[in-house]
């Protein structure tokens, strides 16, 4: 059986600020606020012919990337059965039972996400990270995308890799 290795990285360059709302319980939906989220990746593997797992700058810098996307937006679920978001190239309209809220476009990241918790943050990233490992890393296994919403509350998702 092969030796398989495990790299993290997180460090406070690895925080995305933004805004969100989810809902819970049967009609409950939060009012709008922020977090510091704090973003932490694990990434298993055997190693390369250089002896890495993945480059740790490829890692942080992809992550980065990922995290500026998010940064300083307003993060809204295009998935959920309730909150409804609809716009134009200028403003997006997100609407809950009798609520409604109205953006700047360019102050929006739309997430592919039934409802944007924690872990359904780590769930996007987690995604988003493992294409860009298949061209970066090929060889990883397995990558863990933890989220903390900076109060010690964290929602992990763990995607295996290279199917
Ligand atoms: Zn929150």
Known sequence: M?????????SDHLVFCAAHFITWREGECEPLHGHNWR???IVEGPLDQHYYVVDFIGLRDTLRCL??????RVLLPTQHAEIRVTGDEKEITATFRDRRWVFPRAECALLPVP???????????AHRLR????RL????LRLEIQVDECDGQTGICVLECGQ
């Open 2 to 10: 092969s030796t398989l290795y495990r790299v993290h990285v997180g």
């Open 39 to 41: 973003v932490r990746a």
């Open 131 to 134: 294409e860009a490992l298949a």
């Open 137 to 140: 890393a090929p060889q990883v």
């Open 67 to 72: 995290l500026a996307e998010l940064d300083h």
């Open 115 to 125: 409802n944007t918790t924690a872990e359904m943050i780590s769930h996007y990233l």
